[in-house]
């Protein structure tokens, strides 16, 4: 079900994952780090899990759907996991994929020396979104983590669920003697066709905090900016013409 390329072993006493999900939060924030740090993966995960395509580059060249693993300087290292995708987590589908795979993962990591996992995702926030903004929100394994998360900035989530990967591997992660926190940026349903910069920048700022790095996220303040205009044009309806009608009706009956 899984197959693993891994061109050098890495260890690092921290796994960070930024997987697609509601509002792209954490894909988002993970691919800047990759971009901005110009990283190159260490592993490469396939599997039949993941949706049944091939992605099509511009140049018209194919390739499988893929998860990839980075190794990531820092006052912390930490290993970095991002990709295509993650397993369907649909209503209508099977949990049994995203079971598999969280603990594929922690296997994975725990193999390479982890201790510590944070996941990146988005929280839903509605229309709130656009007129209160974004800002951070934490759960995790233990109190202590979560107080560690709320001294960064974060507020606590009190109550609810965490859906996919983002929340399934914390419980693996738990059960197992291991601690870590989600990091949600506040999102809308309406920003994951896009991606929310806004809420990606701040995760990272948390996640630089916490790990001790240094990326400049002003290039993904600016892109929300450009990217709420969108959303807002698409959620404010087009003013409609005023009907015209005479001063006075003569009815003839």
């Known amino acids: ?85 993650q397993p369907s987590i649909a209503p209508n589908a099977s949990p049994e994929p995203q079971h598999k795979y969280a603990e594929f993962v922690l296997d994975f990591a725990v193999n390479h020396g982890v201790k510590e996992i944070y996941t990146m995702a988005g929280i839903d926030i509605g229309p709130n979104r656009f007129t209160k ?7 995790g394994t233990d109190e202590e983590t979560v107080k560690k998360l709320t001294s960064l900035g974060c507020e606590v989530d009190r109550g609810g669920s965490i859906s996919g990967i983002a929340g399934l591997l914390l419980g693996y992660a738990q059960e197992a003697g291991l601690k870590g926190g989600c990091i949600m940026g506040k999102t809308s349903g309406q920003m994951t066709a896009h991606g929310d910069p806004g809420a990606a920048a701040e995760v990272l700022k948390v996640l630089q905090k916490l790990l001790g790095f240094e990326i400049d996220v002003k290039e993904l303040e600016e892109a929300n900016k450009e990217i709420e205009k969108v959303v807002r044009g698409l959620m404010t309806p087009p003013p409609q013409p005023k009907e015209e009608r005479p001063e006075k009706l003569d009815y003839i009956i």
């Open 1 to 85: 079900m899984f197959r693993l390329k891994e061109v050098k072993h890495v260890e690092a006493e921290v796994l960070v994952t930024g997987l697609p999900g509601f509002g792209r939060v954490g894909h988002v924030a993970a691919n800047y780090i990759v971009d901005k740090l110009g990283l190159e993966p260490f592993a490469t995960l396939h599997s039949h899990y993941f949706p049944h395509m091939v992605i099509v580059d511009d140049k018209g060249v194919i390739r499988m759907l893929n998860n990839v693993f980075f190794y990531v300087e820092a006052e912390k290292p930490f290993i970095l996991l991002t990709g295509d995708v």
């Open 133 to 139: 903004g974004t800002g951070v929100v934490c759960a």
